[in-house]
């Protein structure tokens, strides 16, 4: 059974550091995107690829967080330097377009703590 | 205001309950609907979509009415099993799902 693969699954790391998320899509997906989960926002998108393009990063402080896609096989989000309110659970999920006919597969998610 | 909103809950229900979901959704050009199920500490999964006629998945219905947008989810013969976080999700052409906060169901024995 085709899964997304991120790593890693837990994060704790003082405020300041550098914070590296990967996410390996499910084979064939052409979307690959990055939420984040909290108590208080929900999942709020982060920043989503098509075809390894990014299509919309509105979503992220563009300041401190980077998303990239360096090959069909591996995403990444970075946050530097990082932040207490960075603290949450962030996702990544892969789909085919159009995300109408067929489900959104998530990854286990990275559970960051920044103290 | 939000593009999709529910109550968070918590629904608490005795096993065997039906109880029911309303979402709001606030874009009129929203063409796509599901529900996911969110487990604690878990990431979030399609239950089902939803489709413009109403559809049924075993003890699972789901309504969609466009005229109000809303979109609702009824659990009939609650299972202890169905405890989790129902997220609504709408989504637009070609552009991502959104998602709501979700509502909370804990079933109870």
């Known amino acids: 059974d085709a899964r997304v693969t991120q790593t890693p699954r837990h994060k704790v790391t003082e405020m300041g550091q550098e914070v590296t998320m990967r996410c390996q899509p499910i084979?064939?997906?052409?979307?690959v995107f990055w939420y984040r989960q909290t108590m208080m926002q929900g999942l709020e998108l982060l920043a989503y690829?098509?075809?390894?393009?990014?299509?919309?990063d509105s979503g992220m402080p563009k300041d401190r967080f980077s998303a990239e896609m360096p090959d069909a096989t591996l995403a990444t989000l970075k946050i530097q330097p990082s932040e207490p309110r960075d603290s949450a659970v962030y996702f990544c999920?892969?789909?085919?377009?159009?995300?109408?006919?067929?489900?959104?597969?998530f990854g286990n998610g990275t559970r960051l703590t920044v103290t | 205001r939000k593009e999709v909103e529910q109550d968070p809950g918590p629904f608490n229900v005795p096993e065997g309950a039906t109880v029911a979901f309303n979402c709001t959704y606030s874009?009129?050009?929203?063409?796509?609907f599901f529900w996911y199920r969110q487990d604690c500490r878990k990431e979030p999964k399609l239950l089902m979509s939803?489709?413009?006629s109403g559809n049924e998945d075993g003890r699972f219905t789901a309504q969609l009415n466009r005229a109000s947008q809303y979109i609702s989810l009824l659990i009939r013969d609650s299972k202890l099993s169905d405890s989790a976080t129902y997220l609504c999700?709408?989504?637009?052409?070609?552009?991502?799902?959104?998602f709501g906060k979700g509502t909370r169901l804990s079933v109870i024995a």
């Open positions: 999700v709408v989504n637009r052409r070609n552009t991502p799902l959104v």
């Open positions: 084979l064939g997906h052409n979307t």
């Open positions: 939803v489709y413009s």
């Open positions: 999920a892969s789909g085919l377009v159009p995300t109408g006919n067929s489900p959104l597969h």
């Open positions: 874009n009129s050009a929203s063409q796509s």
């Open positions: 690829f098509r075809n390894r393009a990014p299509l919309d």
